[in-house]
């Protein structure tokens, strides 16, 4: 009956390709969100700068605003103190109270939600700036009452300005110089330089703010850039483990099965828990054909009956044995009469005897003799490396195979061997066959019971 194979255990057989597959999936899975998460801070970070500077441009642009209305409002006024031109006055007012840029950028700048001492600065400049508006409005009206000009169509605050009674007893030379001496004066210059010194603080300001934040942002844009890269490279770390492990777990161990599959042989275990399984699957089926196989072969070579070498077997002999040059002697041993113990006895008593017979002759030779049953009372024994000078001891022994088969201690009948023995030095051959087989047809035409050499006592 074949033997099945049987299941491997599950034991420690190595690192389990799932197992490890779900580690590294997961151990992705963790750098990969950290690294979106980085990349996330890293544009937040950015965008931060962005607005950073683009909150230092706004309050530059701010700071330009208030600049450029209050030297508008002091061009104004130089030009008209200067020609007279009522222009200049429109001009003068248009920006004071339509186009106020000086009052917009302090407004936009506030909506922003400033820093204090940065708006502060801002309102500063705002408020000398308002001072100096006082000025201009008093010199534009010392130039307009000395050049005799109607104000009721211009703004009324030039009509509200009033001037003092020293200065309306002035005469219009006199008005017209001291509206100079107002705009163009140190004390004029020294307010427009107090305007722009909080211009310059307000920047100055700003500026270093700025500087700070970019710093500061800067700052954590390279702390999570450090953390990207280090997240890349853990990723890098983590491809190539995983192509080398596949190659150590996988590729090379089946590598290595695929050889020894095609070498017919078990193969080596190793590799990944399921390849070391299937390893020892593979070798357990293997082992079970070879030794199913192996039963098969006996039962196809051996005679069922007496457990010997059958035919088929015996001629497969011949043609291995047929190459090896060795010394050999070959017996062919026939049951004398044996029709008489099937006759006489049984069939059942027949196949008694032939096992007795089988048995004796497998106990009296050597080990690495080969016996056989080549026909139905007929045996054989094919003896390597031995010369003929050792032809006694094969005597000798069918001498005491007949004794013990002719004078048996139980209910078998007696019976005898007739033998035929030849030797060869060139392996072998049919020659060495036929020689055997005249060497018992001598034996039988003597009387049986008995043993015959070819070349000794029959002759070619």
Known sequence: MMKRASKPKAGSMGTRIQTMNNAMILIACILCTLLIYVTILVSSRYERMLEHTEDYITCVMDAGLVTDGSDCLSEQVWFYVVTGDTSYIDAYFQEKNIVRRRESALEAFEKQKPDETAYQYLEAALKNSDELVRDELYAMKLVATAMGTDLSDGSPELLDTKLSDADQN????????????????????????????????????????????????????????????????????????????????????????????????????????????????????????????????HKAEHDPLTGVINRGGFEELKKVLKDEKKPMAFLIIDVDKFKEVNDGYGHEMGDKVLKRVASLIQESFRTRDFVARIGGDEFCVIMTDITEHLGLVIKNKIYMLNRMLQNPDDDFPAVSLSVGVAFTKEGFTEELYRNADRALYYVKGNGRCGISFYGEDVES
């Open 170 to 297: 002035l005469s219009p030379e006199e008005k017209i110089a001291k509206a100079r001496e107002i705009v163009f004066g140190s004390g004029y210059r020294e307010s427009k330089a107090l305007i722009m010194n909080d211009i310059s603080h307000f920047l100055n300001h700003v500026l270093e703010m700025t500087h700070e934040r970019q710093l500061d942002s800067i700052s954590s844009l390279e702390s999570f850039l450090r953390g990207q890269r280090i997240y890349i490279a853990l990723l890098f770390v983590l491809i190539v483990c995983m192509f080398i492990s596949i190659i150590a777990l996988v590729i090379r161990p089946l590598q290595g099965y695929i050889r020894c599959i095609k070498e017919g042989r078990t193969v080596d275990i190793k590799g990944s828990y399921e390849l070391q399984y299937l390893g020892k699957t593979y070798n357990e089926i293997y082992e079970t054909n070879q030794s199913n196989a192996s039963m098969l072969r």
